[in-house]
């Protein structure tokens, strides 16, 4: 039994690298796509439930509390304050491109002005990073060019 592991591990490893990428588009929906085409619009919609008035964001078709539909949108923000953040100091590799990104960067944990309970998670501008704290006050900043896509919205900045 001994003698075996031995010669098992004796034997040389054989590996393959794979990066595996499968290119496709989703419909996003009406619900979705509202929030998309509000980020075309430098806005932020969020779905407000009927029955306990809590707004969603990003908005959501059901209320997970109530368990009902919840298609009335409502504009939120467009600025927020921090409920919470993380800054990561060590990068894992990208699994798609095994690129390690550029540290430190955010996450971001924002309540948009209007929203009840949701937070919204994002990132800061990396020059805001040594600035940030809870509480703190934030604004959208967008991208010049803008599609309907969550690459809309650039970062939140602090606001004063
Ligand atoms: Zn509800």
Redesign the pocket.
Same mark, same amino acid.
């Given at each position: 039994m001994a003698e075996n592991i031995q010669k098992i591990a004796a034997e040389e490893l054989i590996s393959i690298q794979v990066i595996n990428s499968i290119d496709y588009s989703f419909s996003t929906g009406p619900i979705m796509g509202k929030w998309f085409q509000g980020l075309k619009e430098k806005k932020f919609y969020a779905t407000k439930?009927? @029955? /306990?008035?809590?707004t969603m964001t990003p908005p959501r078709g059901c209320?997970?509390? /109530?368990?009902?539909r @919840?298609e009335d949108f409502v504009e939120v923000g467009p600025k927020g304050t921090v409920v919470n953040y993380d800054i990561a100091y060590y990068a894992s590799p990208d699994p798609l491109t095994g690129k390690v990104r550029k540290t430190p960067y955010s996450a971001l944990f924002v309540m948009l002005d209007g929203s009840a309970r949701d937070i919204f998670a994002h990132e800061i501008k990396d020059d805001d990073i040594p600035k940030l704290k809870r509480g703190v006050r934030v604004r959208p900043v967008w991208n010049e060019v803008r599609t309907g896509s969550i690459h809309d919205l650039l970062y939140f900045e602090i606001d004063g």
């Open positions: 439930c009927p @029955s /306990c008035g809590r209320c997970a509390l /109530c368990v009902v @919840s």
